[in-house]
């Protein structure tokens, strides 16, 4: 990255903490130093451009080193889902256009939730490609205030406009695809699993794209003044994933998940490499039993 790109994204960082200082309550527990570190990963080392790939049927990578976008193909217009900070909008856009198909193309804008590493240049790739943005009501204010309504409480984005706000499990549907919402709230309020079924060398396989694993780490779970409902909504959501029973699940962070095994994806390796992931209910319950340890930990204070 050149320098004088690093120094705008401290002065974008710092920015955003100016505007959250003003909302007493709102950053929680995460030191200054904390937060300055972490703006700056998701707009520098997390969102350098990695060459897109078709991951599984008709699901493609078009992210970035370490936040997960994934364009999902249909005869009849695309699928995205998430966007990433501001500055992968044209990362994004060149690689769509790399795996030959058009931005324009793309008919509906979905998201894992609303965190500025995964929405903040929704507003920027709608006016791109002129697509429906669609999302669980949840999480749809958010989106049209531009602000980080979850516990958390970090940087913005443009406002972008919800055209269509989905219940809890209210597929979408286009050219034969159709994708599930499953609501898992905690995270953000409307942190949305998304399921699809997709053929791929001649099976059909659920898939699910993920990124809700309950409050963030230094987020105070037990009476937030802000989420009081928030230890029983964390883990109904992770009840609500113990429903699904995906054979392959993608996240927003793709950088752990993926490594060792990039080369394999590429060259589309079958059996698919990501069939020896950690089996999908024993995750769901180790990251359900963290919530709840950090809950009763809370308690016993
Ligand atoms: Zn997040």
Known sequence: ??????????????????????????????????????????????????????????????????????????????????????????????????????????????????????????????????????ALEADADALETGRDLSPLGFEGWEPVQVDRRLQDGESINLGGTS??????????????????DTEDSGETMNVVIFGCNGPNDGVQIVNNPRFPTLPEDSLFGFDNLAKLNPDIYLTGHPEAPFEGIMEQLRVQVRPHPLLQQQPWHELVAERRASIEARIAAERAQ
Request: hydrophobic fraction near 40%; glycine fraction near 10%.
């Open 1 to 134: 990255m050149k320098k004088s790109a690093g120094v705008l994204l401290s002065g974008l960082a710092l920015l955003a903490l100016t505007q959250a200082q003003a909302q007493p309550g709102r950053f929680e527990t995460m030191s200054m130093e904390q937060k300055v570190a972490a703006g700056e990963s998701y707009h520098g080392r997390q969102a350098v451009p990695v060459e897109p790939f078709r991951v599984v049927g008709n699901i493609y990578f078009v992210g970035t080193t370490n936040i997960g976008i994934y364009l999902i193909a249909t005869p009849e217009g695309h699928i995205l889902v998430d966007s990433g900070v501001n500055e992968m909008s044209s990362t994004i856009r060149d690689s769509v256009e790399k795996l030959g198909f058009r931005m324009s193309d793309i008919k509906i804008m979905l998201s894992s939730h609303a965190h500025f590493d995964h929405v903040q240049a929704h507003a920027v790739l709608q006016r791109m490609t002129g697509a429906q943005v669609m």
């Open 179 to 196: 994708m599930t919402p499953t609501l898992v709230p905690g995270h953000t309020p409307g942190c949305t699993t998304w399921s699809t």
